[in-house]
């Protein structure tokens, strides 16, 4: 069976923005994301959540029934509004296997480069650094180092 994945950026609602900015604390996004790591798990899904404070950037990965279910629950969650859909398709592979949700803290300008890098296909070409970078290269340089942390 085929592994699925979609990203999509969205802005937090005001009480996650005012209050769970990097830094600051993180109580009510820290029980969003336990919620969603409990129903993913289920679902078989696994993902990251980046957060910079304003914004969101997620990066989610399932077999496809699973995954429809978790972003019909993303899509209707009142702690975020204007999504942007930046792909969903099918990927090669898994690259979050033991995630079924962390968030993980990132700069302002990280969530705008996202946004905007190419997410045609899910494609890496290998390099974060490169001008070309695809939006799984950078997703997976904000992310590498959290995984070989544990």
Avoid at 41 to 47: C, I, K
Avoid at 49 to 65: A, H, I, N, S, V
Avoid at 79 to 100: A, C, K, T, Y
Avoid at 111 to 137: E, N, S
Wanted: aromatic content about 8%.
């Amino acid at each position: 069976m085929p592994i699925r994945a979609v990203a999509y950026v969205s802005t937090a609602c005001s009480e996650i923005a005012e209050h769970d900015a990097p830094g600051i604390g993180s109580g009510r996004l820290d029980a969003l994301v336990e919620d969603a790591a409990r129903f993913n798990r289920q679902a078989g899904v696994t993902g990251v959540l980046l957060f910079d404070g304003t914004r969101f950037f997620q990066y989610m990965e399932g077999p496809e029934d699973g995954l429809h279910i978790v972003y019909g629950r993303v899509l209707g969650a009142s702690s975020h509004r204007d999504v942007i859909e930046l792909q969903r398709g099918i990927v090669g592979r898994r690259m979050l296997p033991f995630w079924p949700m962390r968030w993980l803290p990132t700069d302002r300008a990280q969530v705008g480069v996202l946004a905007k890098a190419d997410w045609t296909g899910f494609k890496q070409r290998g390099d974060a650094a490169a001008i070309k970078a695809t939006g799984m290269d950078l997703v997976t340089s904000v992310v590498e180092p959290h995984l070989l942390a544990g």
